[in-house]
């Protein structure tokens, strides 16, 4: 069946509460052991609000494998900006536009294509967050001896470092971020080669590696914080992280927000001042920041 036969068909049987629908034809015949790979048609159902439809539903409709995914907009929005649903993502972005009832899928795609609005501030204070967790980790795994878990934890690092670098190069980081990384004039993958394949000792590539990184943490931070120090700037009072991370901009990366917070205190890009709060049975300070 021609999708364009599919899509005739599927649209009008759509949830009319539904914003739209996207459509992926799966071109490769052969089982690759993925869930795109293993049906004819994915189909992504977006929905605004709270929705009844089950997260995931796997059909025949005229004798061919549909594998239906019904996902809110804010949670469709949240999955672009974090590229971990690959799935999702090549569907949304690959996948033919069924059924569009006010044209929000046509614009979120174009949008998110062009790094629209702050979208690429988002996405690069995503990627640098997970940068610095797992440099964070690898640090605290050398210090308790514990080589290979450091070295898992500096190669996922230097995975983020490649999607930052790809994110400002105006570049969509996908699942095979190396091969996207090759022909790009860059330090990270001569480095996941020194990390991979040097003759040095485990202990000693991981070491050199944590000091490229840490160079690269001073470096970037600044540029890849940019969506919090701008929205920091834009109120003469002091925030805290409650507010911060339900701020309408920061919501999508609020789990990320604390850790590189304290990192801007750390190297003085941010400021962080106290504000005192009296109670019955005793008193405290809360932590509030500003940039200047």
């Known amino acids: 069946m021609e ?36 049906f004819d048609i994915s189909v992504v159902v977006v929905y605004v609000g709270k929705f009844d439809e089950p997260a ?10 549909c594998q239906v995914l019904s996902v809110g907009i804010d949670e469709l929005q949240q999955s672009l900006l974090s590229g971990e649903d690959n799935v999702l993502l090549k569907c949304f972005l690959e996948g033919d536009i069924i059924s569009d009832t006010d044209g929000q899928l046509a614009v979120l795609r174009r949008d998110f294509l062009r ?8 996405q690069l204070f995503i990627g640098f967050a997970r ?20 070295y898992q934890s500096i190669l996922g690092g230097l995975y983020h470092w490649a999607e930052i670098e790809l994110i400002e190069r105006g ?6 971020v190396w091969e996207q990384m090759s022909g790009l004039n860059t330090p990270v993958r001569k480095l996941y080669e020194e990390l991979t394949v040097s003759t040095e000792t485990l202990g000693q590539r991981i070491e050199l590696v944590m000091l490229a990184c840490e160079f690269c943490i001073i470096s970037k931070m600044a540029d890849c914080s940019a969506i919090l120090l701008r929205i920091l700037r834009n109120r ?15 919501e999508p990366v609020s ?11 750390y190297y003085s890009l941010v400021k962080e001042v106290s504000a005192w709060k009296e109670t019955i049975l005793y008193g405290y300070e809360h932590i509030r920041y500003l940039a200047e």
Not at 8 to 31: H, K, M, P, Q
Not at 115 to 122: D, I, L, P, V
């Open 3 to 38: 999708l364009t036969n599919f899509s005739f068909y599927y649209s009008n049987s759509v949830d009319e509460e539904a914003v739209g629908a996207i459509a992926y034809r799966n071109l490769d015949n052969t089982f690759h052991g993925s869930l795109i790979h293993d």
């Open 56 to 65: 995931v539903q796997h059909t025949i409709l005229r004798g061919e494998h």
């Open 115 to 122: 790094f629209a609005g702050s979208k690429r501030e988002q």
């Open 131 to 150: 940068f610095l967790q797992k440099y964070v980790d690898a640090k605290v795994h050398i210090k308790d001896g514990r080589v290979l878990d450091a």
């Open 171 to 176: 570049i969509h980081p996908e699942s095979a």
């Open 236 to 250: 003469r009072t002091p925030w805290t992280v409650q507010e911060l991370m339900q701020h309408p901009e920061l």
């Open 255 to 265: 789990s990320e927000l604390p850790l590189i917070l304290r990192k801007l205190v």
